[in-house]
Nanobody, 123 residues
Framework: QVQPVESGGGLVQAGGSLRLSCAAS????????MAWFRQAPGKERDFVAA????????YYGDSVKGRFTISRDNAKNTMYLQMNSLKPEGTAVYYC????????????????WGQGTQVTVSS
C-alpha cells in the first residue's frame, strides 16, 4: 500500500511558484496511478491533478489547468506538482494519494492519507 509523505509547501505571493513533492514508500508505488488533492479551510478535499502509473498520461482539475504540472519519477518513488501563477484561492493543505480509477474527475483515493503540506498564497 502507498504511504505518502508530502513536502515543499510554504508561503508565496500571488503569481509565484512552488514545487511540491510526494515521496511514497513501497515498491508498489510505480504500479499505481497517483493524484494530488487539496483542502482549503472549511472546505472538502478536492481533486487537483492525476498521473498514470507510467507517467505517460496526466489530467487536471479545471481550476489549475495551464498553471500546474504533475510529474513522477518511479525510480525515486516520488511524484511532483509544479505550481505556477499561484492564486490566493490556492491556499490549502495539499495531499497526494493513489487513486482507484484513472480518468475520473472525482477519483477515489486508494491509500492512506499523509499529513499534507500547507501552501499559503498571499495577495
Amino acid at each position: 500500500q502507498v504511504q505518502p509523505v508530502e513536502s515543499g509547501g510554504g508561503l508565496v505571493q500571488a503569481g509565484g511558484s512552488l514545487r511540491l513533492s510526494c515521496a511514497a514508500s513501497g515498491r508498489a508505488f510505480r504500479s499505481y496511478n497517483m493524484a494530488w488533492f487539496r483542502q482549503a479551510p472549511g472546505k472538502e478535499r478536492d481533486f487537483v491533478a492525476a498521473i498514470s502509473w507510467s507517467g505517460g498520461s496526466t489530467y487536471y482539475g479545471d481550476s489549475v489547468k495551464g498553471r500546474f504540472t504533475i510529474s513522477r519519477d518511479n525510480a525515486k518513488n516520488t511524484m511532483y506538482l509544479q505550481m505556477n501563477s499561484l492564486k490566493p484561492e490556492g491556499t490549502a493543505v495539499y495531499y497526494c494519494n493513489c487513486i482507484q480509477v484513472y480518468g475520473s474527475t472525482q477519483p477515489i483515493p486508494c491509500g492512506s492519507w499523509g499529513q499534507g503540506t500547507q501552501v499559503t498564497v498571499s495577495s
